[in-house]
C-alpha cells in the first residue's frame, strides 16, 4: 500500500466513524458547508468513492450522462450506500496496478495514488463538516491534519479561483492546528 493510499484510508476511517454515529433524525441538519445538509455532504463523499472507483474499472470519475444528485446518491440509508462505495472502491483498488492507472481528475490526468494524496483533505474535511453538522465528535487525526495542512497551504490561490473552497477566515488566536485548517478552508469555527 502506498503512502498516499495509506492516509487517503485513514481519512475514510474517520469519515466511517463519524457517518455511523449520526442520529437519523440529523440526516436534514445544515452543514458548514452553505449549500448542503448533512445527507448531501454523505453523498458527496460516497460519490467521489463512486467516481474513483468507477475511474480505476474503465469508466470516468466523472462519469457519463445524468448524475444522480448526492440525496439519491446517499439514499434512504446513507450508512448502507457508504459501505458499498466503499467496498466497491476497496476492490478496484486491490487490482494489481490500480494505484499506477491515469485518472483523468478535475485537477488533471495523474496516477490514482497521486489523486488519493490530493482527496485525502476532500475527506478529512467532509468529515468535518458531517459531525459538525450533527452534532458528532469532530475531532480529526491529528497526523492527517498536518499532512493535509502542509499540503494545501501553497496552494491557496488555487483552490480559491476553483471554487473548491471559500475565503480563508480568521482562526482564533492560539488555535490548534486542526481549527486553522479548517479555517483556511473557508470554515466557520
Given at each position: 500500500m502506498s503512502e498516499n493510499?495509506?492516509?487517503?484510508?485513514?481519512?475514510?476511517?474517520?469519515?466511517?466513524?463519524?457517518?455511523?454515529?449520526?442520529?437519523?433524525d440529523k440526516w436534514q441538519a445544515q452543514s458548514p458547508c452553505t449549500e448542503w445538509k448533512a445527507i448531501d455532504v454523505a453523498g458527496?463523499?460516497?460519490?467521489?468513492?463512486?467516481?474513483?472507483?468507477?475511474g480505476l474499472t474503465g469508466g470516468s470519475l466523472?462519469?457519463?450522462?445524468?448524475?444522480?444528485?448526492l440525496r439519491d446518491l446517499a439514499g434512504d440509508d446513507p450508512v448502507a450506500s457508504w459501505d458499498a462505495a466503499r467496498a466497491g472502491l476497496m476492490e478496484a483498488v486491490a487490482v494489481d496496478g490500480a494505484l499506477e492507472k491515469v485518472l483523468k481528475t478535475p485537477f488533471g490526468e495523474m496516477p490514482a495514488d497521486t489523486f488519493?494524496?490530493?482527496?485525502?483533505?476532500?475527506a478529512l474535511t467532509h468529515s468535518w463538516d458531517l459531525?459538525?453538522?450533527?452534532?458528532g465528535d469532530d475531532h480529526l487525526d491529528p497526523e492527517l491534519v498536518s499532512?493535509?495542512?502542509?499540503?494545501i497551504r501553497p496552494l491557496d490561490e488555487a483552490i480559491r479561483g476553483g471554487g473548491f473552497f471559500g475565503p480563508a477566515?480568521?482562526?482564533?488566536?492560539g488555535a490548534d492546528e486542526?481549527?486553522?485548517?479548517?479555517a483556511f478552508l473557508g470554515r466557520e469555527v
Open positions: 493510499f495509506a492516509l487517503y484510508c485513514r481519512a475514510l476511517d474517520g469519515f466511517d466513524r463519524v457517518i455511523r454515529s449520526v442520529p437519523s458527496h463523499v460516497i460519490s467521489v468513492q463512486l467516481g474513483v472507483t468507477s466523472a462519469g457519463s450522462g445524468e448524475r444522480p444528485s488519493f494524496g490530493i482527496i485525502v483533505l476532500d459531525a459538525r453538522a450533527t452534532g499532512v493535509c495542512s502542509e499540503r477566515r480568521e482562526a482564533p488566536e486542526q481549527t486553522q485548517l479548517m
